[in-house]
């Protein structure tokens, strides 16, 4: 798999999730990021050009392949706000509680190991009343659907380096204590072909209380 996950799959990630439809979510996510922040799963960088530097006073991204981190390494002096870059995982976060305004998941919580964990990690390093942040594809609400999605999932995880189609990621957020506010429904109209009816997506806020 090294070959494959370290270098070919980030290649083919940034052309495939580079589309402007994509492009111009991230955008819409990361808008809303302020103070202290933290992406998670920063991948090769693709949200970074849209942080706001008169809304974000530093950021610190965590992204635990190298393969991504060689291709975001390019991307870092050109951050147009203070960057920390740590190489790690989700699901031990190395920093202290409570220290962080925002944190964002961009296309992550389907490929962690450990949602829970990470949600849990997420809820600890964010202050009380800061912002969770994510855009994610997830399980559909068609029964047909959510079939194709369970079937299909074995291979996604090969071909998508362990990405899943089937977590209803914005549910397991309120069930890990997040309030949720209002979300726009999920959207299919990103992708194309069958695709989008196998990766609904949604973007959320969800407030650490
Ligand atoms: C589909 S990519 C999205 C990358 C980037 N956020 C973007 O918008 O293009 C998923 C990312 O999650 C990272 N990832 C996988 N497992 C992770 C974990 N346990 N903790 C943090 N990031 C993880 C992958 O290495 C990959 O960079």
């Not at 202290?36 to 392949?65: H, K, M, N, R, W």
């Not at 147009?80 to 962080?100: H, K, M, N, Q």
């Not at 949600?119 to 855009?135: C, D, S, Y």
């Not at 309120?174 to 973007?203: Q, S």
Request: with cysteine; proline share 8%.
């Amino acid at each position: 798999m090294g070959l494959y996950s370290e270098t070919i799959f980030p290649w083919l990630l940034d052309r495939a999730l580079g589309h402007p439809n994509i492009m111009r979510r991230r955008q819409a996510l990361v808008s809303g990021a302020s103070g202290a922040v933290l992406e998670i799963g920063f991948g090769s960088g693709a949200t970074l050009p849209f942080y706001d530097p008169a809304q974000v006073t530093s950021l610190t991204v965590v992204e635990p392949s190298e393969g991504m981190n060689r291709r975001a390494a390019a991307q870092l002096a050109n951050s147009p706000v203070p960057i920390t870059s740590v190489p790690g995982a989700g699901e031990r976060l190395p920093f202290g509680d409570a220290g962080f305004d925002t944190v964002v998941c961009c296309l992550t919580l389907c490929s962690v190991s450990d949602v829970g964990q990470v949600l849990a990690e997420v809820r600890r390093v964010l202050k009380p009343g800061g912002r969770f942040l994510f855009l994610e594809h997830v399980l559909s609400d068609d029964p047909e659907r959510q079939r194709w999605q369970q079937r299909l999932n074995p291979i996604q995880r090969v071909v998508g380096v362990g990405c899943n189609l089937n977590r209803p990621s914005a549910e397991l957020v309120r069930a890990a204590g997040f309030v949720l506010e209002p979300m726009p429904a999920k959207e299919v109209e990103w992708a194309f072909g069958a695709l989008k009816h196998l990766t609904p997506l949604v973007m959320g806020s969800a407030v650490r209380v």
